[in-house]
Each structure stands twice: as structure tokens, then as C-alpha cells.
């Protein structure tokens, strides 16, 4: 069964860090590119993160550049997300995601998300 | 920064169509991609490549292009279809991946 599992989600105070893990399964996690999606409460879907299967390309969207940075460990089958400096407006639940090999370059297989809340 | 636009809100009775669309100037150059988000999930892809339904979505979802514009159609409007939608695709550049603002379907 292919699978990602998110976790690391927390309540932190602005200004602080926070590191999240999503752990893949039923797949091969290092021949696929990921990404790294946040949806705010009753809000739509951003899109914050992409690394290839390669680690050799990473973009971010202008929102978190310079604050926030993806990896992966291909050895453990898990995708990170250090969260730096954090804002209020950062408050969201975080959705690690599969870029198909199948469906074009949709996200195809979708993690349920950890919440991180930013506030004092 | 780039933007793919939606309207907010989309209503439909059972059985008639809802038509869902999505602007962006770079679309006539990348495809997009619809998913459909319902309360508590995560969202689920249901038209790729502009035009193309992935197995296990029923036919009743299409996707059409047409210049900037696509738009994902769903003919047959069943209960089971109110849900949040929302477009996907990338920027001019090709490189950072962007989503509408979201739609949300009422089926009357």
C-alpha cells in the first residue's frame, strides 16, 4: 500500500523552528520527485516545495523561500520540512505529496497532514 | 508572483452540470490538473493533463482547454460531488507549481 505519514507538527511561538517528517511506504521513494503543500484553516491549497528524486532540484515558492528548506533521506524513506522563523501566517496543516510518474505531474498520493500552529 | 484564478463558489441541482474554470496566462503552455477535496481528506486528482481522468474517477468528470482557460466539468451532478475544487499547474517559468484559490461545489 503506498502510503506518507507526516509528523513533527506542533505549537510554536513567531520567530521559532520546527522541523517535519513525512515517512513513505509501498513505493520507491527515491525515484520520485515530492512536495511539500499547507492548506490554513478553511483555507485553499499553497504549494511550498518541490526536490526531485535526485536531490539535484528544489524550488520554493516565494512565500518561504529563505525561511523554509526540503531534503530527503532516501535511505529512510522519509522527506523533511525545516520550518525557520516562523509567522503566524504560517499556521496550517502541512501535506507532504508524490508527484505522479502516471498522471502526468499531478500529486498523486497525498499524506493526511500535522498541523503546526504559530502563536505566543 | 504567478496566479491560476476560480471562482469562489459554484452551485448546481442534482443531475445538471457544474462547470468549474481556471485562468492563468501560462496555461496554454503547461497542463493543469483538478482535484477534488472533501471535508477532513486530502485532496484526490481528477482530471491530469488538462484533459485526462485517472482510472477510478467516474466519466462524469471531464476537463476541457481552451486558450487560458480550462475548465473541469462535471455532467450528472451527483450528491456525492459537493466538495472543494481546485486547478493546478505551474508558473511561466515552468518550475514552481501553483493552485487556484478553490472552488466550492453546492449541489442544491
Known amino acids: 500500500q503506498v502510503l506518507l505519514v507526516e509528523s513533527g507538527g506542533a505549537l510554536v511561538k513567531p520567530g521559532g523552528s520546527l522541523r517535519l517528517s513525512c515517512a513513505a511506504s509501498g513505493f520507491s521513494f527515491s525515484d520520485y520527485s515530492m512536495n511539500w503543500i499547507r492548506q490554513a484553516p478553511g483555507k485553499g491549497l499553497e504549494w511550498l516545495s518541490y526536490l526531485n528524486g535526485s536531490d539535484s532540484t528544489i524550488y520554493y515558492a516565494d512565500s518561504v523561500r529563505g525561511r523554509f528548506t526540503i531534503s530527503r533521506d532516501s535511505a529512510k524513506n522519509s522527506l523533511y520540512l525545516q520550518l525557520d522563523n516562523l509567522r503566524a501566517e504560517d499556521t496550517a496543516v502541512y501535506h507532504c505529496a508524490r508527484e505522479s510518474h502516471k498522471y502526468g505531474e499531478s500529486f498523486d498520493v497525498w499524506g493526511q497532514g500535522t498541523m503546526v500552529t504559530v502563536s505566543s | 508572483s504567478y496566479e491560476l484564478t476560480q471562482p469562489p463558489s459554484v452551485s448546481v441541482s442534482p443531475g445538471q452540470t457544474a462547470r468549474i474554470t481556471c485562468s492563468g496566462d501560462a496555461l496554454p503552455r503547461h497542463y493543469a490538473y483538478w482535484y477534488q477535496q472533501k471535508p477532513g481528506q486530502a485532496p484526490v486528482v481528477v482530471i491530469y493533463?488538462?484533459?485526462e481522468r485517472p482510472s477510478g474517477i467516474p466519466e462524469r468528470f471531464s476537463g476541457s482547454s481552451s486558450g487560458t482557460t480550462v475548465t473541469l466539468t462535471i455532467s450528472g451532478v451527483q450528491a456525492e460531488d459537493e466538495a472543494d475544487y481546485y486547478c493546478h499547474s505551474v508558473d511561466r517559468s515552468g518550475n514552481l507549481r501553483v493552485f487556484g484559490g478553490g472552488t466550492k461545489v453546492t449541489v442544491l
Open positions: 493533463k488538462d484533459t
